[in-house]
């Protein structure tokens, strides 16, 4: 007797994983939590005590910038207001420009030392925070005005908390360094 045939493509059989996927996902996601030496070099601490506490790996952070200053241009686009508009533009406009030319892994070029990068951050966020005021559209724009506010809030806040390393070992001072292990990891 003939053993019946099933359908391979049925909801209850399993989907076959496609090969080296898994294990190529399971790397991205490894190496972007990674906070070993392979991560790059750590930064020095700003002031002697930023970050507070290193638990934001630095990829993560990046990703982060990329998302906020894309949030930050694509809510003054969809502003009716020009002066948002011409806000979110020059927000977002700004933090990306910065990420793509800063001495860390998700970027084009290493032109910027990664302790400007973090001095940026704080600067791109107080910034974020005032533009609405100072530039009057809190009221006209609403939801831009409270996305720009938001998304220099959690800038701020990640940077306090992120760990900092830069790839080629360009530092304010000037300085070749290395550093074994991550501080607080």
Do not use: N
């Not at 990829?59 to 694509?74: E, I, P, W």
């Amino acid at each position: 007797m003939a053993e019946p045939q099933t359908d391979t493509l049925s909801p209850a059989a399993p989907i076959p994983p496609l090969p080296g996927r898994e294990g190529a996902v399971r790397r991205a996601v490894r190496r972007t939590l990674d906070t070993s030496a392979r991560a790059g070099i750590l930064s020095r601490p700003l002031f002697g005590a930023l970050p507070l506490r290193r638990w934001i790996p630095q990829d993560v952070h990046s990703l982060l910038d990329y998302k906020g200053g894309t949030a930050s241009a694509l809510a003054g686009l969809l502003s009716g207001d020009p002066v948002a508009r011409s806000a979110g533009l020059a927000l977002g406009g700004s933090v990306i420009g910065l990420s793509l030319v800063t001495d860390y892994r998700l970027s084009l070029t290493k032109l910027v030392p990664i302790e400007a990068h973090e001095i940026g951050d704080y600067v791109y966020g107080v910034a974020a925070i005032a533009a609405p005021f100072v530039l009057g559209y809190a009221r006209r724009s609403p939801v831009a005005a409270a996305i720009h506010v938001l998304v220099g809030l959690s800038t701020i806040v990640a940077s306090l908390v992120t760990d900092y390393r830069c790839q080629t070992g360009m530092h304010l001072g000037g300085e070749l360094a290395t550093d074994p292990e991550a501080i607080g990891g």
